[in-house]
């Protein structure tokens, strides 16, 4: 009989959306289901054309997010979405996250000492 899983190993939390820019730029694709151009989504998430390029790849290779180039008028434009498998394996994320947050807000410990008046 196999054993349970261990209540805090949390295996649903994807290593590929749990680095701080990926979640920006995911959390930033995930409200706008249109997509996001390729400046406006560096502007939201604070980073330079070479990390969001390179995060934006490793997005791209789980197949969470597809990116498509075009034109709008004459200039060349890079849109970035989220896929269908990258907007359910997201909402997966964030269940585990919230349970993450329920299971650490249950064990924290108010402060017992009494503050002076």
């Given at each position: 009989m196999p054993s349970p899983e261990p209540p805090y190993a949390y295996a649903g939390l994807d290593r590929v959306?749990?680095?701080?820019?990926?979640?920006?730029?995911v959390s930033s694709l995930a409200v706008h289901a249109e997509g996001l151009g390729f400046s406006e989504l560096k502007t939201l998430c604070g980073l330079t054309d070479g990390n969001l390029n390179r995060h934006l790849a490793?997005?791209?290779e789980a197949g969470f997010v597809a990116i498509d180039k075009g034109y709008e008028g004459k200039r060349p434009l890079t849109r970035?979405?989220?896929t269908e498998?990258?907007?359910a394996r997201f909402a997966e994320y964030l269940?585990?996250?919230?349970?993450?947050?329920?299971?650490?807000?249950?064990?924290?410990?108010?402060?017992l000492r009494e503050t002076p008046a």
């Open positions: 959306f749990h680095e701080r820019a990926r979640l920006g730029i490793v997005l791209e970035c979405r989220l498998q990258g907007r269940a585990v996250l919230e349970e993450v947050v329920r299971k650490a807000a249950g064990t924290a410990q108010p402060n």
